[in-house]
């Protein structure tokens, strides 16, 4: 419904950061549990780079040189092994690692709160740090609500939720289940090109919403013909649209002519009922 989607998606906050309302939850206590790790040893969940982008690193190894590292990341450690997985803090750590290659070595070494609980949980804590302190862009946000869905199926797999996926997700967001139904609905049909454009601001999340019902081929046209004109993107589909309409038109008149040379050579019904469905 266009009026719905426009009433849930305003045109001013389309791509730029969204300040998020902050939750107010009992976390964990994690200040008797610390552990001084190696810079090197603190890594990302491969699916946190693919949603959240970490900006103003300098900015922020300028203030952590001034006052200090003020607040201790959290992580969760890997088994067998003196690694990490970073669950909150991505941007801090990034920080002190552009401090160390700057020369600051007493940043080489960081502590650490620990996070004990399973990986499926401790992942789903750090989305949801990002989530509610964090100003996300429509593709963070698409990204981010897609990844939490993703590890609720796999928790529900061993038993440890239920109930449907919106609801647990909204359960602890400040969206609506109409519009985190949109957000899954674009993170599992965009394909790469279209995310890729949302990620870029090329497009809008609205944009993004009418592209998903859309094929691949109209996708990656779309996105291709707006790229290489420098046009808007309703032009741009416009022309997707046409273009893949206008190849189908051209195989249905291939095809007639096909059946219609098969007629006139074989004039026999047998055959052209066979060609006909061979085509």
């Known amino acids: 419904d266009k009026k719905n989607i426009n009433d849930l998606f305003d045109d001013e906050l389309e791509n730029k950061p969204i300040d998020q309302p902050k939750i107010n939850k009992i976390s964990p206590a994690f200040q008797n549990n610390t552990r001084v790790f190696h810079i090197d040893n603190l890594i990302s969940f ?81 989305i949801d ?77 609205k944009n993004a919403i009418e592209l998903a019902d859309a094929s691949e081929d109209i996708q990656n046209k779309t996105i291709l013909y707006m790229k290489s004109k420098n046009t808007d993107f309703k032009t741009a589909l416009n022309h997707a649209n046409q273009k893949i309409n206008g190849i189908e038109e051209l195989k249905d008149f291939q095809k007639k002519l096909i059946v219609q040379a098969f007629k006139f050579q074989y004039k026999g019904t047998i055959s052209y009922r066979t060609t006909v469905n061979d085509l």
């Open 129 to 205: 740090t990002n989530l509610e302190a964090s100003k996300l862009s429509s593709f963070e946000l698409m990204q981010a609500i897609g990844r939490r869905a993703e590890l609720i199926e796999e928790k529900r797999k061993n038993s440890e939720v239920s109930g449907r996926t919106v609801d647990l997700i909204a359960e602890n967001s400040y969206l609506q289940r109409t519009q985190i139904g949109y957000y899954l609905k674009c993170y599992k049909k965009l394909v790469k090109s279209s995310k890729d454009a949302l990620r870029e601001n090329l497009i809008t999340f």
């Open 46 to 126: 491969d699916k946190n780079k693919e949603i959240f982008e970490i900006k103003d690193i300098e900015s922020k190894a300028k203030s952590i040189l001034e006052v200090g590292l003020l607040q201790m990341p959290r992580v969760k450690p890997i088994e067998n092994s003196n690694r990490a997985y970073i669950l909150a803090g991505h941007k801090r750590i990034e920080a002190c690692r552009l401090l160390v290659q700057q020369g600051h070595k007493e940043f080489e070494h960081i502590r650490c709160e620990i996070d004990e609980r399973d990986l499926l949980t401790a992942e789903l804590a750090m």
